[in-house]
């Protein structure tokens, strides 16, 4: 295959994925929010790691995830990576079921710019003119509606960006395929699943039961919701590069406000809306400064 043919493979890709991420993913979890977040949480944890083990099965990757157990420095730090996607999945969750889809767009708008200051503070990367303009822009906006209005504060949306952008820099210390990655992590998150899914079944609380396989069935695609977005998109950065995938992520924090706002008619108020214009022209600023290097 040629470069460019790989290269627009790779955009497909990431479009794919950041698509997913940005309305399918919203949909599927706030159609099931009825369970409450705790399940959903519950749900999306245990069958990301079904299907992350029937995959590794599948693609006999069972010597990568001996190799990479052996390794003590690698385990530390997916265990520690392990805590950090669960809180994002947590929170985000949390966000879909409690109508604050907009807070959580508003952490992937800035989670990119995040992970770039933390770039250049943890691994002394550039950092260009204009990415120190949208670094500072970004934490002026955060600052603003924390003066401004405490009570408008989008903490939803902050924990989100937090988490993931420390979750990719402790992944970026290591060099892991991602669905093997993200197994392990599973893994470490699975015991604390299976007691917390144990009590509120023994409470009687759960709505996933056998006397309802078409709802079992619903609940278990929350593994595929998860894995396969993340194949896409991670396929794509590797044709394409992280530029002009950085640029394609955007889709999903922009199909979230537009969904929190225009299909579930989520409040937002004049402090959020500045806020947001602020991030709009820190996203603008980056993804041109992106554009011109590539």
Known sequence: MSKNNNFNKGIFLTAAGSFWWGLIGVI?????????????????????????????????????????????????????????????????????????????????????????????????????????????????????????????????????AISWSFYNLLRKKINVETDIGLLIESLFILPVILIAFYFIVQNNVNDFNFSNPKLMFIFMLAGPMTVIPLYLYVRGVELCGLGPTGMIFYITPTLQFLLGYFLYNEPLNTQKLISFIFIWIAVFIYLKDLYEIN
Do not use: Q
Not at 59 to 78: A, D, E, G, P, Q
Not at 113 to 121: A, C, K, T, V
């Open 28 to 160: 599927y979890f706030k159609y099931i929010a009825f369970a409450g977040h705790i399940e959903v949480v519950i749900h999306r944890s245990l069958w990301t790691t079904v299907m992350l083990i029937l995959t590794s099965i599948l693609f006999s990757k069972y010597n990568k995830i001996t190799n990479i157990i052996r390794n003590k420095k690698y385990v530390l730090v997916l265990f520690f990576s392990g805590i950090l996607i669960f809180v994002n999945w947590a929170v985000w969750i949390y966000a879909i079921s409690t109508d604050r889809v907009i807070d959580a767009s508003f952490g992937y708008f800035i989670m990119p710019i995040i992970s770039i200051f933390l770039g250049y503070f943890f691994f002394k990367e550039t950092l260009s003119r204009k990415g120190k303009i949208s670094v500072s822009i970004v934490f002026f906006s955060v600052f603003f509606l924390i003066l401004s209005d405490s009570n408008s504060i989008p903490w939803v949306g902050l924990i989100v």
